[in-house]
């Protein structure tokens, strides 16, 4: 396995924002609306959101991948409401960031994150074909 940090970001600590299988297998560990220096500069569920996706994005970029090929995308959003309220500007900040592709989901609702201003959280898996 390698690790994959996108160049500028960071340092993680505790964990990898993405583990790369040699089989091209990426996992991308839970990513939240923080940009890449770990401050917040989105304080609304829709800005974090197409912040998790750049961040998302980077990562795959990062081994060598592009949006197309993120397979899996699980989300975990604090505020269901918010969350339902505010679809028609999720879906135009998903296809920004991530065009029409779409990816298997899952969505779901817990009480906390770890961070107390995320308000979402997002894990993926892609698979990067050999370069």
Do not use: C
């Amino acid at each position: 396995m390698k690790t994959i940090q996108p160049e500028g970001w960071a340092k993680p600590r505790g964990y990898a924002n993405g583990m790369l299988a040699p089989d091209g297998t990426l996992h991308v560990g839970g990513q939240i609306g923080w940009e890449a220096d770990q401050v917040f500069r989105a304080h609304d569920f829709v800005g974090q959101f197409e912040q998790v996706l750049q961040n998302i994005l980077a990562v795959v970029e990062a081994a060598g991948g592009r949006a197309e090929h993120v397979a899996r995308l699980t989300w975990f959003v604090k505020d269901k409401a918010d969350y339902m309220a505010r679809q028609r500007e999720v879906g135009e900040a998903y296809r920004r960031v991530m065009g029409r592709h779409f990816p298997a989901m899952s969505v779901v609702m817990v009480s906390d994150l770890v961070e107390p201003e995320a308000l979402l959280e997002i894990e993926a898996t892609a698979h990067i074909p050999p370069a």
